[in-house]
């Protein structure tokens, strides 16, 4: 019997996101979870990835990105699962969201080289690692797409999280560079897309590197901040 088993029988597994008992030693999330997962299945944009109408003037209008897309709304069980995987260390979660986002991504949209959008220094330092890179790494080997080190961000630069959306946007906030030559085709992965701040931070620094194409890719998506406030 493998460790893990025997550890599951010490202490039964349960969902990452409600706590609930699980039926498999191998499951993550709860059958009640999985199903009450908010996927964006309505037509979104292409730009900000929002529902449409995206209000009268779209949040990507202008955005260093060619498009955007994420599978999930960040509410509910979505937010939960994320909190998890951050702040709990519930890594096999990024597994999962790699394999919704490989099932569920519009075809054409995973074509190029993926780059993780690179976290916060002391944050990473702090978790032991990066969910966006976790999450990257687990759809390269899905998808069988190249995952390039190109992005990294400097270490004065400010946290995002809990930051208005006025301070997320304000120029110099965010400064991230590329090392070498960016992809040509470039799809972005971030484990939650908010404002587009930081996607349009690493889009900058990839098309000075050289990319064309770029595609701003995340698990989860939050509501629109016009019609719902969100500090994710």
Known sequence: MLADELLA?????RCAACRAPLAGAADVLCADCLRALPWLTAP??????????????????????DA?????????VARDAMRALKFSGARPLADVMAAQIAAAAPPGL??????????????????G???????ARALARRSGMALERTLRRATTT???LGASRALRRAPGRLHVSARG??????????????????????????RGAGAERIVALSWARTPDDRTRRSSG
């Open 9 to 13: 029988l010490v202490i039964p597994p």
């Open 44 to 65: 979104c944009c292409e730009r900000c990835a929002l529902p449409l109408p995206c209000g009268r003037r779209c949040p990507a209008t202008g955005a260093p990105f």
């Open 68 to 76: 955007a897309w994420s599978a999930v709304s960040y509410d509910g």
């Open 110 to 127: 995973l074509c190029g080289a993926l780059v993780a959008v690179p976290a916060h220094p002391a944050r990473r330092r702090a978790r």
């Open 129 to 135: 690692f990066d969910p966006a890179e976790l999450i």
């Open 158 to 160: 400010e946290r995002q």
């Open 181 to 206: 030559t960016a992809p040509r085709d470039a799809v972005l992965v971030d484990d939650v897309h908010t404002t587009g701040a930081t996607f349009a931070a690493c889009a900058r620094a990839l």
